[in-house]
């Protein structure tokens, strides 16, 4: 079975950094598309960074577009967002996502979320 596990939310202030982890096992496809999106109570959930499993395609928010990266570790079968330069608007429960297709079929699955909150 697909189980993805999100690890490192924190309290951390405003201007510091923090690295989410995404443990992923079950999960086979060779091309597939690996994907952060948050969520803050009362907002709506938004996608706040994608990558392809080659490594060649990354998309980011316009909210974090060069403070957040997205990387896949495919040996350690994880994948991480680095944040830096965190705002407190930045506070939310962090999803990872993985998106796959096998026979023209799609699949996604989703983790548990990671809390992240940024204040003073």
């Known amino acids: 079975q697909v189980q993805l596990v999100e690890s490192g939310g924190d309290l951390v202030q405003p201007g510091g950094s923090l690295r989410l982890s995404c443990a992923v096992s079950?999960?086979?496809?060779?091309?597939?598309?690996m994907s952060w999106y948050r969520q803050a109570p009362g907002k709506e959930r938004e996608l706040v960074a994608s990558?392809?499993?080659?490594?060649?395609?990354?998309n980011y928010a316009d909210s974090v577009k060069g403070r957040f990266t997205i990387s896949i570790d495919n040996a350690r079968n994880t994948t991480y967002l680095q944040m830096n330069s965190l705002k407190p608007e930045d506070t939310a429960i962090y999803y990872c996502?993985?998106?796959?297709?096998?026979?023209?079929?799609?699949?996604?699955?989703w983790g548990q979320g990671t809390q992240v909150t940024v204040s003073s």
């Open positions: 990558g392809s499993s080659g490594g060649s395609r990354t």
């Open positions: 079950g999960f086979s496809f060779s091309d597939y598309v």
């Open positions: 996502v993985a998106m796959g297709i096998q026979w023209g079929v799609a699949y996604e699955y």
